[in-house]
């Protein structure tokens, strides 16, 4: 059982020194447009993943006119007590410890502290390009296995230093080889290894998310999902051979995992051309809520759940309905904020489970 029960920022964002005490299993955190409500789960992300779940750049997570941040959380996991530290120093180094023990690498931490977010700006992962749904299913992998994360930075990095090399053939007009072989051959190990993690995983994935739908939709509806790779066809190594001279022209890497899919259909048109829009958040929860699932399954315990604004647009059906699912069918802690609080207080005292609800 993992749980938050305290936070403290510095710094970060909009809160130049503030802390919670959070004493419920679900906390509404309710305020104005502006007030911090996205910040404050943004630093309850940080602390899962080391980074924020908006920005690439730690920096903009500094308040204005500041030089670093601090986060500390107290987290409790198995019944012990966890103190996770976050500091952004004003050099811009990053430093993350549990229990004040640092980590050498940020990425043996990714997984401790399982954690879902739902977002408005997640629709993009159903009407976005396919980078946006290879970002979910990393995150979901990572979270997993600390193997993969290590396996994607490597293949991130060699094929950066591939496409340069592409490009100086170009810029240069000699070609370097023996220099592309080698670095094909660095490529092919960590691509396979994550084809192979992502196409094992998505047999059983994928269903669950199809399940999760038509439950949401409270019917039978024609969704399919599939893993798109050209990994499925050929093997990465003669994708490489195969498209040499494709890719010396293009200067680029035109094959590999980086341009995985998840090809989603309604019926047997694209998902997202014909889907309404109740049916994309239907979607887009089924696929957040099987995350869920899934890292309950695999950790032994429910991962924190932030739920950020999700209530706009949505009938109140559908968020009882979801409600209900994330808070008394799921035994993990829940963070939900919304603008309106007597609609929130509304809604969580028809589930009858305890809750906090804090006012920024
Ligand atoms: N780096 C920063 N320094 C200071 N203020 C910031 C920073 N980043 C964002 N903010 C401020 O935080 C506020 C938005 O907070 P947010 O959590 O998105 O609000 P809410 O979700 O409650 O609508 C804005 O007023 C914005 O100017
Ligand atoms: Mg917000």
Redesign the pocket.
């Known amino acids: 059982m993992l749980s938050l029960r305290h936070i403290s920022l510095l710094q970060f964002?909009?809160y130049p020194d503030r802390s919670f005490d959070f004493s419920e299993r679900v906390i509404g955190i309710c305020?104005k447009?502006?007030?911090?409500?996205?910040?404050?789960l943004d630093a309850i992300h940080y602390l899962c993943f080391t980074k924020s779940y908006f920005t690439r750049l730690d920096g903009?997570?500094?308040?204005?006119g500041a030089s670093g941040f601090r986060l500390h959380g107290d987290f409790i996991l198995h019944d012990r007590p966890e103190k996770a530290v976050c500091i952004l120093r004003e050099t811009g180094k990053k430093e993350f410890s549990i229990n004040e023990e640092p980590y050498d690498k940020f990425s043996h931490h990714i997984g401790r502290y399982p954690c879902v977010v739902i977002a408005p700006d997640d629709a993009e992962l159903i009407t976005g390009d396919s980078r946006e749904r290879r970002t979910f299913l990393d995150a979901l992998l990572c979270q997993l296995d600390p193997e993969y994360m290590q396996h994607l930075i490597i293949y991130k990095k060699v094929l950066d230093q591939r496409n340069s090399l592409l490009k100086s053939f170009a810029e240069t007009g000699t070609k370097n080889l023996a220099l592309l072989d080698v670095l094909d051959e660095q490529l092919i190990k960590p691509g396979d290894h994550i084809f192979h993690q992502r196409s094992s995983f998505l047999v059983s994935f994928l269903p669950v998310v199809k399940r999760l739908y038509n439950d949401i939709s409270q019917r039978d509806e024609n969704v399919h999902l599939y893993y798109e790779s050209e990994l499925l066809q050929s093997s990465f190594s003669d994708l490489l051979t195969l498209n040499r001279t494709k890719d010396c022209f293009a200067q680029r890497t035109t094959s590999g995992i980086h341009r995985d899919d998840l090809d989603i259909q309604l019926g047997n048109q694209p998902f997202k051309n014909i889907a309404s829009q109740g049916q994309r958040k239907s979607l887009l929860f089924a696929l957040k809520l099987a995350e869920m699932e899934v890292l309950k399954k695999e950790k032994g315990f429910a991962p924190l759940l932030l739920l950020d604004d999700v209530f706009e647009k949505l009938d109140e059906d559908r968020i009882g309905n979801l409600l209900h699912k994330v808070c008394a069918e799921n035994d993990g802690q829940v963070f939900i904020?919304d603008t309106n609080e007597e609609r929130l207080r509304g809604h969580l005292d028809k589930l009858s489970v305890s809750y906090q609800l804090l006012i920024?």
């Open positions: 964002k909009n305020g447009n502006g007030v911090g409500k996205t910040n404050l903009n997570n500094v308040q204005h904020t920024l």
